[in-house]
């Protein structure tokens, strides 16, 4: 996953690594070293580190451009003095990235084959770090990977912290579920967990042999549908995911009533479109379907979900590929640094509320965006 970029190269500074939060006003500045943070203090003239007390620039372009940045903002400062942003105050995309490892080797996963074998992690002293300059007010928080809970038991460490610091925050626990077969984890997750926490796990076949063709891991649909299960039977809120490729296409009705038979107390199935980046691209003979396509199949299953009192959503779908009566359940889900529209978009009617494209998506449309008009 890519964090929204913003990279200023700050050449003076020879420093330790930093996470530093930012200000643009006294009271901020006080308030972040008060609290014993590092902080990036941004005026007209000058931009500094604090409680260093260090000048880091006085170049004109840098400030500038960080004045599009927000106080308490929260960056990375490397030793080489690339200040590079982590935490974004205005956006509701913001997550702690764990680690790019994983169990499974799904497909179409956007990310690549190398990252999941042989991605590195964030220690959890590291991510509680990270936690400690991002305000408490914070509306929305994701917790993502590769798997994250492959990292262990150490993650609960960083769970407990989020619970005692985030009282309000909404939390989005991204896995595959596989490690929710163990019962010991789904007791530590609902003693651990943050009050508003949603576990979001992917569902890519009615049985494990559509199921574990995708994930490229044997016997990984039992284990998901087993963590699913007795997560459920513990409270804890879950969406369920599908994403649709060549690969699932044709069972996407059975899914919708695996979902119908077996959970349908999960909050809403969200069902979602590919991007096609990292193995997605390589396999993508594989698995790429058009976007009509794969609408039409994800429809005929929301109808299923939906006459049975599931709520869903219909994720990573411009709005002009999907029947206009369904609009109601499509969501603009492409965060702002990745989303594309073609230029047909130019003239449509419909682009503010439409969620548009995958940059990595784009040259796989071919010519299905149709201005609304
Ligand atoms: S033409 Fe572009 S803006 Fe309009 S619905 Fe299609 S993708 Fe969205």
Redesign the pocket.
Known sequence: MERGEMIINLEKYKGKFKTVSLAFDEDTKTDLITNGLDVVFISKDEIRLYPDNLSLSEDRNMIEKLYKAHNYDVYELCENGRLSKYYDGSSIDNYFFVTAKCNSNCIMCPSPDYSRQQGGSTHVDHLIKIAKHIPSDASHLTITGGEPFLIGREIFRFIAFLRDKFEYTEFLFLTNGRIFAIDSYVQQFIETCPQRSLIAIPIHGSNAKIHDTITQAEASFDQTVLGIRKLLKAGVHIELRIVVSKMNVKDLNNIALLIVNQFSNVEYVSIIAMEMTGSARVNQEKVWISYREAAKAAIEASMILLKNGIDVKLYNF????VKREFWTLCEKSISTSKVR??N??HN?K??KS????FAGTMSFEEGE????I
């Open positions: 411009p709005l002009c590929t529209y073609g047909v978009c449509c419909v682009k439409c969620g548009g494209v965006l149709c201005a609304v």
